[in-house]
């Protein structure tokens, strides 16, 4: 019986947004758990109110919060579109 090679298919990296930027944490490593939370300190140290993108998963990151609040509907679109239109830039 002949093995089946399967190709993992990279996911691209979580994105922090915030102050109207896109930062990439593909730098922390191939991690997505570490580079969410690497993403959410990152806004909150910066004492800023943000979002953690993990594929088309949006999490809202308050300063100095523990927790991350899963974002649905048009918030959602309307934070993924602007993300789309800063990377175009």
Do not use: C
């Not at 999490?59 to 918030?75: H, Q």
């Amino acid at each position: 019986m002949a093995h089946r090679r399967t190709e993992r298919v990279a996911k691209p990296p979580v994105k922090a947004f915030y102050g109207g930027k896109v930062f990439d944490m593909g730098y922390v490593g191939d991690d997505r758990k570490k580079q969410f939370n690497f993403a959410a300190m990152r806004i909150s140290d910066n004492n800023a109110k943000g979002y953690v993108i993990d594929g088309t998963d949006v999490f809202y990151v308050t300063p100095y919060s523990r927790t991350s609040k899963r974002i649905l509907g048009d918030e959602r679109a309307t934070v993924l579109a602007q993300v789309e239109e800063l990377e175009r830039q």
